[in-house]
């Protein structure tokens, strides 16, 4: 078991040597996830009709209904 595990503990005794370069890999793992994740919530907010601002035609559409009115 020990033999098994060796390989794991140089690796991660190499990782503690630049802990700055593991907070930039995390970091830039997040900032990938983040857009990936906006770019999602787009999406369903879109498929949603929930995309109020950005919805040009539900504005013109609340336009043209309340100017009839």
């Given at each position: 078991m ?26 830039k ?41």
């Amino acid at each position: 078991m020990q033999e098994e595990l060796e390989p794991i503990r140089n690796r991660r005794a190499a990782f503690e040597k630049d802990i700055p370069e593991i907070y930039n890999i995390l970091k830039k793992g997040s900032e990938a996830a983040r857009e990936v994740a906006a770019q999602t919530l787009a999406e369903v907010k879109h498929a949603m009709r929930i995309d109020y601002f950005e919805d040009m035609e539900l504005i013109q559409a609340q336009s043209t209904r309340y100017q009839e009115v």
